[in-house]
């Protein structure tokens, strides 16, 4: 009865219940909270269970029917699963401008 109720609140647009999510460990910690407290001020009935796992980890359970959503950090190309990107990261290195690295001739792009 109680997966009834929920169904029905997804159909007529009152999501709520639990919500099993997995993330990786740099989303998990440093994204995932921010994008929660603003999914639970959209959706009050929302219950998520959160717990930081490995990529292999986080597949595996999605493959196997154990959670709603699984984020992982990176591309995974499986025919099990159906995977989006949502999110595209910019990996920058920091350092003083006086740094001997910077003076050695590279083919790198530095941007400032």
């Known amino acids: 009865m109680i997966r009834m109720q929920y169904l029905v609140d997804d159909l007529a647009c009152h999501a709520g219940g639990p919500i099993a999510i997995r993330a990786s460990y740099t989303f998990g910690e440093y994204i995932l909270p921010d994008v929660i407290?603003?999914?639970k001020k959209e959706y009050l009935?929302?219950?998520p269970s959160i717990i930081i796992h490995n990529t292999k980890?986080?597949?595996d359970l999605v493959i196997s029917y154990q959670l709603d959503i699984?984020?992982?950090e990176g591309c995974f190309n499986?025919?099990?699963?159906?995977?989006e990107v949502i999110s595209e990261d910019n990996m920058v290195i920091d350092t003083s401008p006086r740094h001997p690295?910077?003076?050695k001739n590279r083919n790198c792009a530095f941007q400032t």
Do not use: N, T, V
């Open 45 to 47: 009935l929302i219950r």
């Open 78 to 83: 499986d025919y099990q699963i159906h995977s």
């Open 101 to 103: 690295l910077l003076k």
């Open 70 to 72: 699984g984020i992982i």
């Open 57 to 59: 980890e986080i597949i």
């Open 37 to 39: 407290a603003k999914l």
